[in-house]
Protein backbone atom coordinates (compact mmCIF):
# COMPACT_ATOMS: atom_id res chain seq x y z
CA UNK A 1 0.00 0.00 0.00
CA UNK A 2 0.98 3.31 -0.57
CA UNK A 3 1.63 6.16 1.97
CA UNK A 4 1.94 9.45 0.24
CA UNK A 5 3.50 11.09 3.43
CA UNK A 6 6.32 13.33 2.82
CA UNK A 7 9.33 12.67 4.21
CA UNK A 8 12.76 13.44 3.76
CA UNK A 9 15.12 11.16 4.62
CA UNK A 10 19.11 10.50 4.69
CA UNK A 11 21.12 6.92 5.02
CA UNK A 12 24.76 6.60 4.66
CA UNK A 13 25.62 4.02 2.79
CA UNK A 14 28.43 1.93 4.35
CA UNK A 15 29.85 -1.24 4.63
CA UNK A 16 27.08 -2.49 7.41
CA UNK A 17 24.11 -1.51 5.46
CA UNK A 18 25.65 -2.33 1.92
CA UNK A 19 23.58 -5.48 1.27
CA UNK A 20 20.33 -4.17 2.64
CA UNK A 21 19.27 -1.34 0.02
CA UNK A 22 16.96 -3.43 -1.29
CA UNK A 23 14.59 -3.75 1.71
CA UNK A 24 15.32 -0.09 2.56
CA UNK A 25 13.78 0.13 -0.53
CA UNK A 26 10.93 -1.50 -0.72
CA UNK A 27 9.40 0.57 2.47
CA UNK A 28 11.08 3.77 1.13
CA UNK A 29 9.71 3.59 -2.18
CA UNK A 30 6.02 3.86 -0.69
CA UNK A 31 6.05 6.11 1.58
CA UNK A 32 9.09 8.82 1.29
CA UNK A 33 8.85 11.83 -1.33
CA UNK A 34 13.01 12.37 -1.37
CA UNK A 35 15.39 9.77 -0.65
CA UNK A 36 19.29 10.74 0.18
CA UNK A 37 22.02 8.53 0.16
CA UNK A 38 25.44 9.74 1.22
CA UNK A 39 28.52 7.38 0.53
CA UNK A 40 30.13 7.13 4.27
CA UNK A 41 32.81 9.80 4.53
CA UNK A 42 35.33 10.18 6.85
CA UNK A 43 35.30 13.70 8.29
CA UNK A 44 34.06 13.56 11.87
CA UNK A 45 35.40 11.86 14.69
CA UNK A 46 34.05 8.89 14.79
CA UNK A 47 33.88 7.96 11.39
CA UNK A 48 37.59 8.65 10.75
CA UNK A 49 38.41 6.38 14.12
CA UNK A 50 35.60 3.83 11.92
CA UNK A 51 36.80 4.45 8.61
CA UNK A 52 38.44 1.13 7.96
CA UNK A 53 35.01 -0.58 9.48
CA UNK A 54 32.17 1.84 7.38
CA UNK A 55 34.50 2.55 4.38
CA UNK A 56 32.96 1.02 0.94
CA UNK A 57 34.15 1.09 -2.25
CA UNK A 58 33.03 3.80 -5.45
CA UNK A 59 32.47 0.59 -6.96
CA UNK A 60 29.99 -0.62 -4.31
CA UNK A 61 28.45 3.23 -4.01
CA UNK A 62 28.05 3.22 -7.20
CA UNK A 63 26.24 -0.54 -7.69
CA UNK A 64 23.77 0.95 -4.85
CA UNK A 65 23.04 3.82 -7.07
CA UNK A 66 22.31 1.82 -10.20
CA UNK A 67 20.05 -0.22 -8.30
CA UNK A 68 18.42 2.39 -6.88
CA UNK A 69 17.88 3.89 -9.64
CA UNK A 70 16.47 1.30 -11.70
CA UNK A 71 14.26 -0.19 -9.36
CA UNK A 72 12.79 3.06 -7.15
CA UNK A 73 9.92 4.35 -8.46
CA UNK A 74 7.81 6.60 -6.57
CA UNK A 75 10.44 8.74 -4.49
CA UNK A 76 12.84 11.27 -5.40
CA UNK A 77 16.53 9.80 -4.93
CA UNK A 78 19.58 11.88 -4.17
CA UNK A 79 23.40 10.66 -4.01
CA UNK A 80 25.85 12.39 -2.48
CA UNK A 81 29.83 11.44 -2.12
CA UNK A 82 32.74 13.63 -0.49
CA UNK A 83 33.28 16.06 -3.19
CA UNK A 84 29.49 17.10 -3.20
CA UNK A 85 29.47 17.98 0.49
CA UNK A 86 32.03 20.47 0.40
CA UNK A 87 30.58 23.79 2.12
CA UNK A 88 26.97 22.39 1.30
CA UNK A 89 25.60 21.30 4.73
CA UNK A 90 26.01 22.82 8.19
CA UNK A 91 26.47 20.42 11.23
CA UNK A 92 24.85 22.17 14.70
CA UNK A 93 26.16 19.57 17.81
CA UNK A 94 24.72 19.57 20.96
CA UNK A 95 26.43 22.40 22.34
CA UNK A 96 25.34 24.71 19.80
CA UNK A 97 28.65 25.11 17.60
CA UNK A 98 28.10 25.15 14.22
CA UNK A 99 30.77 23.45 11.55
CA UNK A 100 31.19 23.21 8.08
CA UNK A 101 32.91 20.71 5.53
CA UNK A 102 36.05 22.39 3.80
CA UNK A 103 38.43 20.63 1.78
CA UNK A 104 37.61 17.55 3.83
CA UNK A 105 37.77 19.07 7.46
CA UNK A 106 35.11 20.12 9.97
CA UNK A 107 35.70 24.20 10.53
CA UNK A 108 33.55 25.60 13.36
CA UNK A 109 32.09 28.58 11.94
CA UNK A 110 30.84 29.43 15.15
CA UNK A 111 27.67 29.23 17.55
CA UNK A 112 24.13 28.88 16.93
CA UNK A 113 23.91 30.86 20.49
CA UNK A 114 24.48 33.47 18.14
CA UNK A 115 21.86 34.30 15.97
CA UNK A 116 24.08 36.04 13.52
CA UNK A 117 26.44 33.46 12.82
CA UNK A 118 23.75 31.08 12.01
CA UNK A 119 21.91 33.40 9.80
CA UNK A 120 24.66 33.91 8.08
CA UNK A 121 26.14 30.38 7.56
CA UNK A 122 22.39 29.30 6.49
CA UNK A 123 21.35 31.81 4.37
CA UNK A 124 24.08 34.29 2.83
CA UNK A 125 25.93 31.30 1.04
Known sequence: QHYPIKLKINTVACSYNKNEFHDLMMYV???????????MM??????IANYNRFYISDECFN???RFLQNNVKNCQLSFRESNDMENKYVLLVANGDIFCTEQGTDIRKG??????????ELFEK
Open 42 to 47: PVRERA
Open 111 to 120: SAMDIGVLYK
Open 63 to 65: NIK
Open 29 to 39: DKSVKIWRIFK
